[in-house]
């Protein structure tokens, strides 16, 4: 929409001059009036849709509005124009109201996020400058126009899957799904997957393919580019992850953003497994180790002694109290029981150290706005019986967590940021919980490993 946008269009300039004697007030200075310059009017009109993942790479401005320049009865006075942002960003633009692609990119990416499938309006305003070569003043201002735009960014999908020599270049293959556990990739744009090493040692290569993109003609996939590099719409070759001795997994990450990637090999398995008294020496408790690093993490109730080991099914290679060592130094050897009260407890074993150790679960409660505010813990009672820490209460609907011992070193939430997730609870920055009606309910919360944490709430 055209909008008149200079008005009031005066120019008044004062060029002072000085000489190089000191001269007393006295002796007043006297300047010579300038030429008077009369000035016509000139508009402005906004761009709209400005969409800066149409430009090519080399386009180094875009035009964000169209100016009409004002006229002058002196040529030797020429405008220059500034545009000013709601905030009061303040940008350079020429005469053809064209501002810096890097200082809109700059803009949006700061204020509103780098999802280029957004578009967003800013309201802002032109500013006229008017000057000879010495001096400049400001001789108008614009009203109030509006610019829409969206960032340049790569467009990035829900989900990619590894397609290559461990899965037979198999395009509808889905075994090997990266993801950024379901955040916004513009805000996380890190996806990440585990892959199964060749049991051969051999090499792996293969390409990333789009969800949108699966048992189609590779024409989107994102290939290897230089080294550590890659690019989207298969240009390049394919991803090579040169074997490691001894590797069991490799771990691949993806930056969609910077468009760089990543490989580390994982020599210890994803589970061992701690059996005991507690299960009559009978039943194998998984401990999870989410980073290939040794270190695993679960929480089971322990009474008297226990052991880890590999292996659910068999007592191959495992682990306990090393007799002439410290308590919580492993040894796979001559080991003892590790011991504990009756009691649940976190557990925690790592393998690279040849440690464990065991912390006391004295206490799970609820807290959050369910409870009238977040400085109130609503207690769980461990039940034996069902594997599950329990209470009936009444609750409030609105926002809760799960905390352990009364405190917020370790707390349980929705996985992925999902308010709604009851049967995927994570202890990693989760979700605070929605409760959607006021009751009484009966609470049961199931905790053993991440990734497989759950409530179950039934309303009474």
Sequence with gaps: ??????????????????????????????????????????????????QLNSLADDVDSVQVCQITAPTATNTAYTPNYKVIFEDFNVYDLDVQGRMAVADLQNYLTSNFGSNPNVKHAINAVVEMWIGDGAAQVKTATSGTFQITASPKAPIIEAAYYVTGSINGWDNTDKTYKLTNNGADPYENPVYTCRINAPEDGSNVEFKMTPESGLGGDWSGCLAADEEGKFSYNNVGGNFVITAVEGAKFYDLTFNMMEQTWSYKAVNFDAFIYEIGNSHGWSTSMPLYGSDGDGKYQGYYYLDGGFKFKPNENNWDGDWGQD??????????????????????????????????SITPVTSISIIGTVNGNWDTD???????ATGAWETTATLTAGAMKFRMNHDWAISWGGANGDATAYDNLTQNNGKDLDLTENGTYFVQLFISYEGNNKVVITKQ
């Design 1 to 50: 929409m055209n909008k008149k946008i200079f008005f009031a269009i005066a120019f008044a300039a004062t060029m002072a001059g000085c000489t190089e004697d000191f001269k007393e007030w006295a002796e007043p200075q006297r300047v010579a009036q300038p030429d008077m310059v009369a000035f016509k009017d000139g508009n402005v009109a906004a761009v709209s849709d400005i």
């Design 323 to 356: 007799p002439n060592a410290a308590l919580g130094k492993l040894v796979q050897e001559g080991e003892q029981d590790c011991q504990a009260a009756a009691g649940f407890y976190q557990i925690d074993v790592d393998l690279a150290a040849m440690t464990w």
């Design 378 to 384: 609503t207690d769980l009672t461990y039940n034996v």
